[in-house]
């Protein structure tokens, strides 16, 4: 999966890995100031943290599906639920249908401990 | 919105007049650059670059490259619909993929305020490549007003010398 990440350059930009942990596949965006959104707090920018949690359904739905393309978003929702401080960030998702058209996912990102996610998404992703 | 109400950005609305990339670090990593800003909306520009890819086989820019660019026009766009600048954080963001944009094209996105309330804004937004009539994303966002104690990061650009300091 660390090799399909590596070969979309928006998430080398934005430095995300995947890592294999006791509870399945998380993905892993490691801090950079130049991800930083608002410079007050300081806080990740809401449109890392979304890309971040869209790309985290895509690795999930390429490693269910077993399909060579990228699934390609209809409809994306993020619910932002805290700031997301300058740290690592981690995420993992849930795939609600996997459809043969259309599946459904669900994706939560966090950062201090997993109970208290910083955002969460819901996608519709077109296969094939 | 009233045209004779107060805003805090009158000082800059019109064609673009500041560097977002100096208030948002990742806006600047991406080179987005205000096209427009006026009473209540925002027009952003997203330059094409290769880094944006998500599709490597069809050489469109990633989903995500377009909520970043939509959740910064939403976020001036509530700005310059505030009589006073106070910190604001997005609640949510839905944006649907109406079709792919077209790969190797400046992108653009225009943000409106249509309901600036005591504690949460609401903003449409759409993206475009060739024609804002043809748009290849729609989005609806919440933000919440006041949010934590920072202050605003546009609190330099609403100044009448427009943030030049």
């Known amino acids: ?128 | 919105m009233a045209a004779d109400r107060k805003y805090a950005m009158r000082a800059v609305f019109g064609p673009a007049k500041f560097d977002i990339g100096r208030f948002t670090p990742h806006a600047g990593r991406l080179r987005m650059r205000v096209v427009e800003t006026g009473p209540g909306f925002a027009v952003l520009a997203l330059p094409w670059h290769e880094e944006l890819i998500g599709d490597p086989q069809r050489r469109v820019v990633f989903g995500g490259v377009i909520t970043t660019l939509i959740d910064q026009a939403s976020g001036i766009a509530v700005a310059c619909a505030m009589e006073e600048l106070v910190a604001i954080a997005t609640i949510d963001l839905r944006v649907d993929y109406l079709r792919a944009a077209a790969p190797e094209r400046e992108l653009f996105a225009r943000a409106e305020c249509y309901k600036l309330g005591h504690n949460v804004a609401f903003v449409r937004a759409t993206a475009w490549d060739d024609e804002p009539d043809d748009p290849f994303a729609g989005c609806l966002g919440t933000f919440m007003i006041g949010s934590g104690s920072g202050g605003s990061p546009f609190s330099s650009v609403g100044r009448p010398d427009g943030g030049s300091q």
């Open chain 1, 1 to 128: 999966m660390n090799r399909l990440v590596a070969a979309i350059p928006y998430a080398r930009l934005l430095g995300i890995d995947v890592e294999e942990t006791r509870t399945g596949t998380e993905c892993l965006l490691p801090f950079r100031p130049d991800l930083i959104g608002n410079t007050g707090l300081p806080a990740i920018h809401g449109g890392v943290i979304g890309s971040f949690l869209e790309m985290t359904a895509i690795v999930r739905l390429l490693a269910e599906s077993g399909l060579a393309n990228v699934p390609r978003p209809i409809t994306f929702t993020i619910d932002y639920l805290r700031s997301a401080g300058p740290r690592e960030t981690r995420a993992c998702a849930e795939i609600f249908k996997l459809g043969r058209r259309i599946s459904h996912v669900r994706a939560i990102a966090w950062q201090d401990a997993r109970e208290r996610p910083v955002a969460a998404a819901n996608g519709k992703f077109l296969m094939g």
